[in-house]
């Protein structure tokens, strides 16, 4: 049976990060952010700009990427640029993640497979059809998260806001009260110990852990450009104490506050008391 591991959390969280660390590890596969192989439109632009961690090249120049798209031809009579692995289609839907999925394991020997879509409704399609899917709900500084979005020329309100509500919409969605939850901070310095966490929860015990995925080639689709990098050594960046100013931090805070209790009417009754406060941006 294929297991799948979904990192649940919003960009620039430590996704890319927690795949490079437990795609190492034997028996798991960190693929990178599927939900490109879609037809969704606003994929499109990912699919075109996929990149493999191997060569920085397209997906298609990477002999394991090719090697993933004969056996779709030859089992499934599909193309990665075919797949709809997004479809509203259930039995497509179905048909085409499973193929993938599959298609992974053969290639990569690996029978748990880690995709970093992050995105909730993808974690959602996926259950209902019947996967064994696992979510692992990471939390980052809500501070460093806006300042990382920031930096790529988006609003930093707009972003304050988007933070708790995809943390909202994970409550609302993943049942799991025991779902895996971990902090990306925690993960970054003190890795060993995280990934043990993780592979206790999945009930893997016997494995020896290696933390240096940097030494052999990866097949890692989309994420951090850390995937590129020659060395596996974990820098925290915590250059927003310095570049956000504090009120911005204080209105992050403010906005995040219902992401540490964590239930789902908390945040519909924080929304509605922090509208008094906001009625203007500043």
Not at 158 to 165: N, R
Not at 227 to 244: A, L, P
Request: hydrophobic share 40%; net charge positive.
């Amino acid at each position: 049976m294929i297991t799948i591991l979904y990192p649940l959390c919003p960009s620039y969280s430590g996704s890319t990060l927690l795949s490079l660390l437990l795609g190492n590890q034997k028996g798991i596969y960190g693929a990178g952010e599927l939900f490109i192989f879609s037809k969704h439109p606003s994929r499109v632009d990912a699919l075109q700009k996929g990149r493999c961690s191997c060569n920085k090249l397209a997906y298609s120049s990477c002999p394991f990427w090719e090697k993933i798209e004969r056996y779709l031809t030859e089992h499934y009579q599909l193309t990665l640029k075919t797949l709809s692995v997004e479809s509203e289609n259930e039995e497509e839907l179905i048909l085409h993640n499973k193929a993938l999925f599959q298609a992974i394991q053969s290639v990569s020997g690996c029978s748990i497979i880690i995709d970093s879509s992050k995105i909730v409704s993808r974690f959602v399609q996926l259950r209902k059809a019947g996967f064994h899917i696992i979510p692992i709900r990471l939390f980052r500084k809500p501070q460093a998260v806006v300042h990382s979005w920031t930096k790529r020329d988006h609003d930093w309100w707009d972003v304050a806001h988007y933070y708790p509500s995809f943390y909202k919409a994970v409550a609302q969605s993943v049942a799991d009260r025991n779902m895996l939850t971990m902090r990306y901070e925690k993960l970054a310095n003190q890795p060993k110990v995280m990934v043990q966490k993780i592979l206790d929860f999945i009930g893997l015990h016997d494995v020896v852990i290696d933390l240096d995925w940097a030494k052999k080639p990866y097949h890692h689709l989309k994420g951090n450009p850390m995937r590129f990098h020659k060395n596996s050594k974990i820098k925290v960046s915590e250059e927003w104490q310095s570049e956000v100013p504090l009120s911005q931090r204080f209105w992050i805070a403010l906005l995040a506050f219902p992401v540490k209790v964590d239930r789902y009417w908390f945040y519909y009754f924080w929304e509605r008391f922090v509208v008094l406060f906001t009625w203007k941006r500043y």
